[in-house]
């Protein structure tokens, strides 16, 4: 801070330059730990967003009152719940994988609900079908319902990718170098509160238009046979 | 009450079905059966539990009453030593199901994948043949209902008429012991009808088992060796094209049949 301040529209432009490579070390953190959260949503929301449709009665409730909570809680308790709780059932987490782990619990809680509803928009004949063919419910699962509901699933999916980097910020209370953590930090040493608060916010706008775009880009070129999907019925 | 091919074995026999949904009886007291190689056609009014009968048969709809037996084997589930019934379990039901092809009226074609696939996909996941077999057998099923050169498309690129064709390549492909149609040619225009049933027609040439549900009674004064007509859940009568078209007993299946005659409107 030697140098005199480079200002520009009142902002101190040398200094948001200056701390700009530890603001994208912490993005890294915040991204790494969203997909990671959201990857592990995913392998775990498919499975059971499908038992959630065509599971046996009990668990396909065990599962709605599994999301019903996730959903119905504020999302700072699942942290809480991870970070106080789990230590008590010997389960000791460092920061960065409680982060994980509470990510992961909010995104099963919303991709459960998202691959159901994809599921359910199916023609029911294309179930029908699978299953006159000779095909077990899972097969029709795997091979049928899912490959159709994947496209449908893509913006909620994104939107949620969305919501889970958004709530990645409540990580800051467990001290994970994540985005906003670090800008809190170097907010409380510098006092630039505007400077820091809005690269830490062009950042994130950055991160969730650029995955906006790939849903997008997503539905309309890799998944092409939408068109068959809209009219399943007579043409 | 048996058709042409009265020395033929039973294929499936149907007796004393019922199933309801709600309060509106769909089917009562059905019975019907099947000898191999038999053409079986069902007509009678929208309502009138064909379709239901249909799907009954390979357990789309669970029957409330009543039994079915495809090749002397009860559908569905079975009886244990000490008479309890025991419900078939999914994996049962479905190793039951691959020998029941079932061409739907809305196709039903698996709107992800070509043509090809859809044919191909059952014996290649059902049956576990090599791919390249599967894939060599669908392509012979697709020439099979004049569709040689359209393997690569998506359902949604082919007419009404070349939906329904690869649904039934996709129904043989399975190598049934009965081919269930559910009124195939109801969602199609006349020209579109006629390929289908053309495709219908050179199945039934080859004495492959039918129950067809449908409202093309030129079609079935064609090919049918038996006629069964079906009003309100029950089938009051049954007997050959002649008996039902010519001579029908019933004053339902007459009232019915004046319907499509000329004089009729």
Not at chain 1, 50 to 56: A, E
Not at chain 1, 77 to 94: C, K, N, Q, S
Not at chain 2, 125 to 133: D, G, M, V, Y
Not at chain 2, 152 to 175: C, E, N, Y
């Amino acid at each position: 801070m030697e140098d005199a301040p480079l200002l520009f529209a009142g902002l101190d432009v040398r200094f948001m330059v200056e701390i700009f490579p530890r603001m994208v070390q912490a993005l890294l953190v915040t991204v790494q730990i969203s997909a990671l959260a959201l990857l592990l949503g995913i392998v775990l929301g498919i499975p059971l967003g499908g038992l959630r449709v065509i599971g046996p009665r009990p668990l396909q409730l065990l599962i709605q009152g599994l999301v019903s909570y996730i959903r119905g809680t504020p999302q700072i308790l699942h942290f809480l719940v991870v970070y106080f709780a789990l230590p008590g059932v010997g389960i000791l987490l460092d920061e960065y994988w409680t982060g994980v782990v509470a990510l992961t619990v909010i995104a099963v809680g919303y991709e459960v609900e998202i691959v159901r509803a994809a599921i359910e928009s199916v023609h029911k004949g294309q179930r029908e079908a699978a299953l006159a063919q000779g095909m077990t419910e899972p097969m029709a699962f795997w091979l049928i319902l899912l490959p159709q509901a994947t496209r449908r699933m893509l913006p909620a999916l994104t939107n949620e990718l969305i919501n889970v980097i958004k709530a990645s910020a409540l990580l800051s209370v467990i001290a994970v170098n994540e985005l906003t953590k670090v800008g809190n930090a170097i907010i409380y040493n510098t006092f630039y509160f505007v400077e820091v608060l809005l690269e830490v916010a062009v950042l994130y706008m950055l991160v969730i238009g650029a995955l906006s775009w790939l849903s997008k880009y997503l539905e309309n070129k890799v998944f092409s046979f939408g068109a068959a999907l809209s009219t399943p019925e007579t043409r | 009450m048996d058709g042409g091919n009265s020395s033929e074995p039973v294929l499936l026999r149907i007796e004393h079905l019922h199933k309801r949904f709600g309060t509106t009886a769909a089917l009562v007291d059905a019975s019907l059966t099947v000898r191999r190689g038999e053409r079986v056609v069902l007509i009678g009014s929208s309502g009138s539990g064909k379709s239901t009968l249909l799907r009954c048969i390979n357990h789309l709809e669970v029957p409330d009453q009543g039994s079915i037996w495809l090749d002397g084997e009860f559908m569905g589930g079975r009886f244990a030593a000490d008479g309890r019934w025991i419900q078939a379990s999914s994996g049962e039901l479905a190793r039951q199901r691959r020998h029941i092809g079932m061409v739907f009226q809305s196709f039903n074609l698996f709107a992800h994948l070509s043509a090809l696939d859809n044919v191909a996909l059952g014996p290649q996941w059902i049956l576990k043949r090599p791919k390249a077999l599967a894939r060599a057998q669908a392509r012979q099923l697709l020439a099979k209902v004049h569709l040689a050169g359209h393997e690569h498309k998506l359902p949604a690129q082919l007419s009404g008429g070349q939906q329904q064709r690869v649904a039934i390549a996709r129904a043989l492909a399975m190598g049934p012991k009965l081919m269930l149609f559910d009124e195939p040619t109801s969602a199609l225009d006349p020209r579109l009808t006629r390929e289908v049933l053309e495709v219908m027609l050179e199945l039934a040439r080859e004495q492959t088992t039918m129950l067809v549900v449908t409202h093309e009674l030129g079609f079935a004064r064609q090919v049918a060796d038996t006629v069964g007509f079906l009003e309100e859940g029950r089938i009051v009568e049954v007997g050959t094209p002649e008996q039902i078209f010519d001579r029908p007993q019933h004053p339902s299946t007459q009232a019915f049949l004046n319907c499509f005659s000329p004089g009729g409107l």
